[in-house]
Each structure stands twice: as structure tokens, then as C-alpha cells.
């Protein structure tokens, strides 16, 4: 019996990239024409972004939780469970993910987002029209068929990274909505570098750039708070 230190990741892939890539052509065709739906739902949060209304932050979070729990079911436990066990636990962090997206960002206490001023809320920005716009074409420019492409609101990475980014933007640290995202970003991009895909780095990066502007957020929050003479939260 081999010793477990001899393992790698691809010992543990249960499928392969071919059938990986597969299950979203398929899955994008059953769903068609979601896809459109959800990128209108994705320019509608860039529209609200922009407008500071009261309704802003509640609309936004409400559009992501609805997002979240739709790739949970009709992805993760209608299709990715049938290659991969694990999709069946990971549907019901997503289902987490969008009832935090509601409370905590919709019912509780709604989030005011700020697309321009400081380093971070420019860099949330950036991080959501990527995902938005851009990341459903890089599969695309590496060999993918466009049947393939990940398209925000229907596939867990774009719409984790636009969580990211609109996260960034609000004014307050929101740690406890920014935790499945940043999960699945480590999760993703270690399913891709096991398959040797070329846009494997794409994830981590995207994890690394929130972290670090969650970070960056934190304390110039917690400093401001301190020059104003209001006790850190």
C-alpha cells in the first residue's frame, strides 16, 4: 500500500478536465437563456452601485443571495454532485452564503456601497466588472468553447469574485459574507491546477487581492476610527 505522502492533488480528482468542461457546456444549454437574465442582473448591481439610494445595498445583497442559491441547486446538486461527491456539501455552503448575502446584507443591517474614494472600494470595483465581464471570456482565449464559458449569476467563479468585489465596497467590513467566496476561490483554483489548466491562477489571485484589501480596509478603518475618538469595533 502506498504511503500517503505520495499522493497528490490528482490522485483525488474524481473526474477529468474534459469532463469538467463538459458539464458546463451541457448545463449552459439547459439553462439557456438564464445567462442573459443574470448579466442584466450583474449591469443592474453596477447601475446601483452608482446610486445611493436607500434601497442600494438591499437590492444588491437580495440579487447575489438569489445568485448563490441558483448555483447551489441547479449547479452543484443538479449537475457537479453527478461527477463529484463533495458538490453535495459545497451546494449547502452556497445556500449559506446567500442567507448570510440576505441578513447581513439585505435584513439586518443593508450595505452601503462605494464604488470610488479610497484604494479598496476602487479594487471591489475592479474585482466585480472582471468577473462581470471579463472573466467569462478567459475560458474562451485558452482553447474553451464559448458553450463553455463561466458567465456570472449561473457559475460559482465569476459570481464568487463579483461577491468579493461588491463586499470591498461596502462601508463596513463585512468578514462573515467574504468566507465562502474566499473558500471557493482556494477550492476552484486547486480543482484547475490539478487539471493543469491555464487559467488555474486566476482564483488565487482573485483570493489574495481580497484578502489583502479586506486587510487594507480593516485597519484604515479601525485608524479612522481612532483619529475620530470612537472605540474599535
Same mark, same amino acid.
Given at each position: +500500500?502506498?504511503?500517503?505522502?505520495?499522493?497528490?492533488?490528482?490522485?483525488?480528482?474524481?473526474?477529468?478536465?474534459?469532463?469538467?468542461?463538459? *458539464?458546463?457546456?451541457?448545463?449552459?444549454?439547459? %439553462?439557456?437563456?438564464?445567462?442573459?437574465?443574470?448579466?442584466?442582473?450583474?449591469?443592474?448591481?453596477?447601475?446601483? @452601485?452608482?446610486?445611493?439610494?436607500?434601497?442600494?445595498?438591499?437590492?444588491?445583497?437580495?440579487? *447575489?443571495?438569489?445568485?448563490? %442559491?441558483?448555483?447551489?441547486?441547479?449547479?452543484?446538486?443538479?449537475?457537479?454532485?453527478? @461527477?463529484?461527491?463533495?458538490?453535495?456539501?459545497?451546494?449547502?455552503?452556497?445556500?449559506?452564503?446567500?442567507?448570510?448575502?440576505?441578513?447581513?446584507?439585505?435584513?439586518?443591517?443593508?450595505?452601503?456601497?462605494?464604488?470610488?474614494?479610497?484604494?479598496?472600494?476602487?479594487?471591489?470595483?475592479?474585482?466585480?466588472?472582471?468577473? *462581470?465581464?471579463?472573466?467569462?471570456?478567459?475560458? =474562451?482565449?485558452?482553447?474553451?468553447?464559448? +458553450?463553455?464559458?463561466?458567465?456570472?449569476?449561473?457559475?460559482?467563479?465569476?459570481?464568487?469574485?463579483?461577491?468579493?468585489?461588491?463586499?470591498?465596497?461596502?462601508?463596513?467590513?463585512?468578514?462573515?459574507? +467574504?468566507?465562502?467566496?474566499?473558500?471557493?476561490?482556494?477550492?476552484?483554483?486547486?480543482?484547475?491546477?490539478?487539471?493543469?489548466? =491555464?487559467?488555474?491562477?486566476?482564483? =488565487?489571485?482573485?483570493?489574495?487581492?481580497? %484578502?489583502?484589501?479586506?486587510?487594507?480596509?480593516?485597519?484604515?478603518?479601525?485608524?479612522?476610527?481612532?483619529?475620530?475618538? %470612537?472605540?474599535?469595533?
Amino acid at each position: +500500500m502506498s504511503e500517503w505522502w505520495t499522493y497528490s492533488l490528482s490522485d483525488f480528482l474524481l473526474f477529468s478536465p474534459r469532463t469538467y468542461y463538459r *458539464l458546463f457546456e451541457l448545463y449552459n444549454a439547459d %439553462i439557456w437563456p438564464i445567462q442573459i437574465l443574470t448579466v442584466m442582473l450583474g449591469g443592474a448591481i453596477l447601475a446601483l @452601485i452608482r446610486w445611493n439610494g436607500v434601497w442600494q445595498g438591499r437590492a444588491v445583497a437580495a440579487i *447575489l443571495a438569489m445568485c448563490w %442559491i441558483w448555483i447551489a441547486w441547479a449547479f452543484h446538486a443538479e449537475r457537479y454532485a453527478t @461527477i463529484n461527491w463533495a458538490a453535495t456539501y459545497i451546494a449547502m455552503l452556497f445556500v449559506a452564503e446567500g442567507l448570510a448575502l440576505l441578513v447581513v446584507g439585505a435584513i439586518r443591517s443593508p450595505l452601503r456601497l462605494r464604488p470610488g474614494g479610497s484604494v479598496v472600494n476602487r479594487g471591489g470595483l475592479c474585482l466585480f466588472v472582471f468577473a *462581470l465581464l471579463l472573466q467569462p471570456a478567459i475560458g =474562451p482565449l485558452v482553447g474553451r468553447t464559448w +458553450m463553455q464559458a463561466e458567465i456570472f449569476g449561473v457559475a460559482p467563479d465569476p459570481t464568487a469574485v463579483a461577491t468579493l468585489g461588491v463586499a470591498l465596497m461596502a462601508d463596513r467590513v463585512v468578514r462573515n459574507i +467574504m468566507v465562502v467566496p474566499l473558500v471557493w476561490c482556494v477550492v476552484s483554483g486547486a480543482t484547475l491546477w490539478t487539471m493543469e489548466a =491555464p487559467d488555474a491562477f486566476v482564483m =488565487p489571485v482573485a483570493a489574495l487581492l481580497g %484578502i489583502g484589501l479586506l486587510i487594507w480596509k480593516a485597519w484604515t478603518l479601525r485608524r479612522s476610527r481612532r483619529a475620530a475618538g %470612537i472605540a474599535p469595533v
